[in-house]
């Protein structure tokens, strides 16, 4: 026993070294038995397990059938390349993946395919146009549905699923008693329920108005005392303990409905609510965080003991649950869906990685600390031309000794526009401060003069020659690099528009034919008409056919919202487009609009999408009919509105950007960086999916570790928990300096996908608000970016 004891050694938490050696032997019984039933039910399972174990295993069938040889899969390495043209440059990206992923992944368009290279453990006869037949005729996802509708309905998998839960509550139940997280008299409440004790009750949590209970939560008590003391089981709770106790019903929902008050907690709550009942918890929470009072109560039912024994209806609970988490990532509409559709989807999430990424560079604003850098530098620069001296100057390393105990550097100093004098008698400089140093590495400057510092200090005028310089480079056809970025811009919007009408497909949101209305819409729209605007006058409803419209809210335009208005025969249907809407809803009809604002909170989003100088009146609007509740009027089509190619998008969100900074107090340091940290966050998160999600819903999903199968979900591509992983990661750069925590593979991805220390400093700056060693951390990036690529993506611009 001695021997079993040491080989769990190595896995053994530090805090069970304090316990007796006898406890450390039942923890690695427990721990072993609960392993062996874990192993017990994957052999049941098998393919089913997983997506990726079912993809796993249909790949070496496959290459054992098409091949004659057996190889795993996962040790062959894909490399996809794929062009798009854009005007006359040419975006290629490239993703490495497994064979695996590239199953899972699919093909793009027949005549749009991406080219294939194969390395590692690579097979004698695998070839491009091998896989491609292959790949044309099946859809893992699809595929995988049915396996685990089977899988789950048979009688061996559901005991061997009870039979883990049984050993995982008995391990975690010993575990809570040696931490002191439940008292003896809960631990022997549990244990007399799992010897069969019919005198005690387990109960899922289910929250009064809603008709399924969380996943995994199950509550223990005394049928004698149902408003008694109890216990929670509540695995991976965001406190970190998988058992609490309770002295009476009332704590423990208090302590279930205070959850909502943190980011972890609430996360945890959605991710085990049903997923039909996501959505009204969501909106449920976001009540209960401003009006802890409107708590509506929970209802516990116990779990009526079966033939089988016990727990197998809460088996038949989370059997229940994980089938509609997988309807929800591969819908019906989805699975029935052609190959044709399946491939254009894979496609345009290909085509929207390139050009987001090519987004945050080539085609990206530049920003204003760049901008502030480049033009002190070269001033510098000229003023030292004219001495006979040429030097490269580092503003960076230039540092203005303001006072004896303020030292600022010089690029900073630009930025934030802080005036100072260099005062002076009979010519010559007088007084200690103000004064300028250079960096050890820096060369010395001899010939510069704070003078001339202090005099461009004041005189500079940097925000200024930035909003000059949009008008003359960003919306100058002239300019070389104009048509690029307009190109960038409108590729962007009109795949991000496909890609949304196929997910709300998919989701069953909208029908095949409206699917198909949109898809003929979005088309036309790439023509680069005589005009970019219809006959002067034009009214909505003198448009006799389908036609796309910009959506305006009294007189105020809201960037980047359409409606669709869809005319058959006499029938007239208008769809506002919301793509980023906070509700994962792309597609929605008009007539819904206040609906939106009141009950799904599009009133923010409306708000963020018009210029500043039209906030006070979208506000207004707003607030009547999300808190006054005084009768507003339904927006409607308005004259001149008809949009007959999206290329003159691009030039609206220049000007707005202009409009936005002119008009506000808001710093332009500030207004730059947002956008440029929402560009580089939103193709992070792009970046990093290797299977993209298919449906709305996915969305607001979070996969976490399955109860099924212990194993984590397998990199299922949800969007918004991708977003906002890659917003903490940027919010945590700085804690990168030197002495502080390593860089992750989320914050390696963003920094060299801005491939700018200077930019993504001032992002950090600017998104925290937090005071830290600047120089250090402009150091440490530099290093990262030097480093080999952190993600299985690479965009180029050739």
């Not at 790949?59 to 006359?88: H, M």
């Not at 401003?290 to 024994?309: F, M, N, R």
């Not at 989320?746 to 600017?766: F, N, P, Y």
Request: some cysteine; overall charge negative; proline content about 4%.
């Amino acid at each position: 026993m001695m021997n079993f004891i040491e080989y769990y050694s190595a896995v053994l938490p530090a805090w069970l070294s304090g316990v007796s050696e006898q406890n450390q032997q039942r923890y690695a019984e427990l721990l072993q038995t609960m392993q062996a039933q874990e192993s017990q039910r994957d052999q049941l399972l098998g393919k089913a397990a997983s997506l990726k174990a079912y993809a796993t295993e249909r790949c070496k069938e496959w290459i054992n059938s098409a091949l004659g040889v057996a190889a795993d899969p996962e040790k062959i390495n894909v490399t996809c390349r794929y062009q798009i043209k854009v005007g006359q440059r040419t975006l290629v990206q490239e993703d490495k993946r497994t064979f695996v992923e590239l199953a899972l992944f699919g093909l793009h368009d027949r005549d749009q395919r991406f080219d294939m290279t194969f390395d590692g453990q690579v097979p004698s006869g695998l070839s491009r146009l091998r896989v491609e037949s292959w790949l044309s005729s099946v859809d893992l996802r699809s595929e995988f549905w049915d396996v685990r509708q089977q899988a789950l309905s048979h009688y061996d998998v559901v005991m061997a699923l009870r039979e883990v839960l049984g050993a995982r509550t008995a391990y975690s139940l010993f575990v809570a008693n040696l931490q002191g997280h439940l008292d003896q008299q809960r631990v022997k409440l549990v244990e007399r329920f799992m010897q069969g004790d019919c005198s005690v009750s387990a109960s899922p949590f289910v929250i009064n108005g809603y008709r399924f209970g969380f996943r995994d939560l199950m509550v223990f008590q005394e049928k004698a005392e149902p408003y008694g003391g109890c216990a929670l089981y509540a695995p991976g709770a965001p406190e970190g303990r998988a058992w609490t106790q309770f002295p009476n019903i009332r704590e423990l929902e208090f302590h279930v409905a205070s959850w909502v008050k943190t980011k972890q907690g609430l996360a945890y709550l959605i991710g085990q609510a049903h997923p039909t009942e996501r959505r009204a918890l969501e909106k449920y929470a976001a009540i209960l965080r401003q009006l802890p009072s409107a708590w509506k109560g929970a209802t516990l039912t116990e779990w009526p003991i079966s033939p089988e024994g016990i727990l197998v209806q809460a088996i038949l609970h989370q059997i229940n649950w994980d089938l509609a988490q997988e309807s929800l990532a591969h819908p019906a509409a989805y699975r029935n869906a052609t190959r044709e559709l399946h491939q254009s989807f894979s496609r345009l999430s290909t085509e929207l990685k390139a050009l987001y990424t090519v987004g945050t560079r080539e085609a990206g604003l530049i920003t204003y600390e760049r901008f502030c850098y480049d033009l002190i530098k070269h001033k510098i620069e000229d003023l030292l031309r004219t001495f006979g001296k040429t030097v490269q100057v580092n503003p960076d390393e230039i540092l203005i000794d303001l006072s004896e105990n303020e030292q600022v550097p010089l690029t900073q100093l630009i930025i934030k526009e802080t005036s100072f004098y260099a005062h002076e008698r009979g010519g010559e400089v007088i007084g200690v401060y103000p004064r300028f140093v250079v960096s050890a590495e820096h060369p010395a400057l001899p010939d510069l003069d704070i003078r001339q510092l202090a005099s461009w200090s004041r005189t500079l005028r940097p925000g200024e020659q930035y909003i000059a310089m949009l008008r003359t480079h960003y919306l100058n056809s002239q300019q070389p690099d104009y048509d690029f970025r307009k190109e960038v811009h409108f590729k962007a919007r009109q795949a991000e528009m496909h890609h949304a009408v196929l997910s709300s497909f998919f989701s069953g949101v909208i029908t095949s034919g409206v699917a198909e209305q949109l898809r003929m819409l979005i088309a036309g729209l790439k023509k680069v008409p005589v005009s970019y605007f219809p006959p002067f006058g034009e009214t909505p409803s003198s448009v006799q056919y389908s036609a796309v419209f910009k959506f305006h809210v009294k007189r105020c335009l809201v960037e980047g919202v359409y409606v669709f208005r869809l005319v058959n025969n006499r029938t007239i249907d208008e769809i506002l487009y919301t793509p980023d809407a906070p509700d994962g809803v792309y597609f929605r009809p008009l007539s819904q609009l206040f609906q939106s604002i009141k009950e799904h909170g599009l009133g923010q989003y409306f708000y963020n999408r018009v210029k500043f100088i039209d906030q006070r009146i979208m506000g207004t609007f707003i607030n009547n009919i999300e808190y006054r509740n005084i009768t507003e009027t339904q927006p409607v089509l308005e004259l001149n509105s008809r949009v007959l190619a999206l290329g003159s998008s691009y030039d609206e969100r220049i000007e707005r950007i202009i409009s936005d900074v002119d008009a506000q107090t808001t710093s332009l340091n500030e207004i730059i960086s947002r956008l440029a940290y929402d560009a580089v966050v939103l193709a992070s998160s792009a970046v990093s999916m290797v299977i993209p999600p298919v449906g709305l819903a996915l969305t607001l999903v979070q996969i976490t570790k399955n109860v099924l199968d212990g194993a984590e979900a397998y990199r299922y591509g949800d969007r918004e928990s991708a977003f906002n992983n890659f917003k903490d990661a940027l919010l945590d750069l700085a804690s990168l300096v030197p002495g502080g925590k390593e860089a992750s593979k989320a914050q390696k991805t963003l920094i060299q996908l801005m491939g700018d220390s200077k930019a993504i400093a001032g992002l950090v700056a600017s998104a925290t608000g937090q005071s830290f060693d600047y120089e250090q951390l402009l150091k440490l990036l530099e290093e990262i970016l030097h480093e080999e690529p952190a993600a299985d993506s690479k965009t180029l611009l050739l």
